[in-house]
C-alpha cells in the first residue's frame, strides 16, 4: 500500500482563461491545478455535527454509496461527499507522523483522515478540506511495533475453539481450552486490549463476534464480517447480510 494507508483520493478542478482583444479571440491553454482547500462538505459543518453518541467510536464513519465512499457522523448525517475511490478512518499516519519535514508531521494525526480518487493520495481534515497530498519523499518509517497475542484459534475435529498460549499443554483435557471448539470458524482480530480481544466467529453458516469468554457480542445473523482494521482503529466491525453491502456496526451493534 506504499505504507501510507493509500486507501482513498480525488478530483482535479480545470481552470480556463481566454482574453479578448478588439474582436480577437486569444486562445489561452488549459491549465490544470490542484487546490488543498477547494473539496467542500455536502453541507457547512458545525461542532453539533462532530457530537458523539457513541464516545467509542469516531465522530465520523466512513460509508459507501453508488460505489463511492464519503463519511456520515454518528447520526447518519452525510459530512464529506460520497466522491472518493477509497477511503481511511481519521486515523494516524505514521509515516506523515516521522516525516523528516516537520511542518508536515501535523497530517499524521488521527484530526486526519487518508483518501483516494484516480491515481492520487490526499489527507483531509475533518470539514472535507484536502490539505496534503501524499508525496514518497515526504514519509517517514514507522517504528516496528509487534505485540505477541495471548490467544489463538485451535482447530480439533474441523472445529474452532480458542487456547491461551501460557497455559494451554494437553489438547485432550477439556479444562485447558479458553474456549472449547464448536465454532465453524474462529479469527481473533487485532485490537489494544490483548487480554480481551473481539473474535469473529462462524456457526451455524452465519458470522458473529464473541469475546474471550465466548459472549456473543455481535449475533450470528451476517454473511461475512470482515477481518480487517476497523476494530483496531475505530471499534467498529465491517459486516454484510447479503455478501455485497458492506456497513459498520459498533458492539452494540448499531449500523452506520
Given at each position: 500500500m506504499k505504507n501510507v494507508f493509500y486507501i482513498i483520493l480525488m478530483v482535479l478542478p480545470l481552470t480556463f482563461s481566454a482574453q479578448i482583444k478588439k474582436s480577437t479571440v486569444k486562445k489561452v491553454a488549459a491549465k490544470t491545478t490542484i487546490k488543498m482547500s477547494t473539496s467542500k462538505p455536502a453541507v457547512a459543518i458545525s461542532n453539533l455535527d462532530l457530537i458523539k453518541i457513541n464516545?467509542?467510536?469516531?465522530?465520523l464513519i466512513p460509508q459507501i454509496k453508488n460505489g463511492r465512499f464519503g463519511f456520515i457522523n454518528q447520526k447518519g448525517k452525510v459530512i464529506i461527499p460520497h466522491q472518493y475511490s477509497n477511503v481511511g478512518f481519521f486515523y494516524q499516519d505514521c509515516n506523515l507522523l516521522n516525516s523528516p519535514n516537520e511542518k508536515l508531521k501535523k497530517f499524521g494525526s488521527e484530526n486526519y483522515a487518508s483518501v483516494r480518487l484516480g491515481e492520487d493520495d490526499f489527507r483531509i481534515d475533518q470539514a472535507g478540506n484536502r490539505v496534503y497530498k501524499y508525496k514518497t519523499s515526504d514519509l517517514g518509517k514507522c517504528p516496528p511495533e509487534f505485540k505477541k497475542q495471548l490467544f489463538h484459534s485451535y482447530v480439533q475435529n474441523g472445529y474452532?475453539?480458542?487456547i491461551e498460549d501460557a497455559k494451554f499443554t494437553n489438547a485432550a483435557d477439556y479444562r485447558q481450552y479458553q474456549i472449547y471448539p464448536q465454532y465453524q470458524y474462529l479469527h481473533i482480530?487485532?485490537?489494544?486490549?490483548?487480554?480481551n480481544p473481539m473474535i469473529i466467529a462462524s456457526y451455524n453458516d452465519r458470522f458473529g463476534v464473541i469475546?474471550?469468554?465466548g459472549k456473543t457480542i455481535i449475533p450470528f445473523e451476517y454473511s461475512d464480517i470482515k477481518r480487517n482494521f476497523s476494530w483496531k482503529a475505530a471499534r467498529l466491525f465491517e459486516v454484510t447480510k447479503d455478501g455485497k453491502n458492506y456497513y459498520f456496526v459498533d458492539r452494540e451493534?448499531?449500523?452506520y
Open positions: 464516545d467509542s467510536i469516531p465522530a474452532y475453539g480458542i482480530l487485532e485490537g489494544d486490549d490483548l487480554k469475546d474471550i469468554h451493534n448499531r449500523s
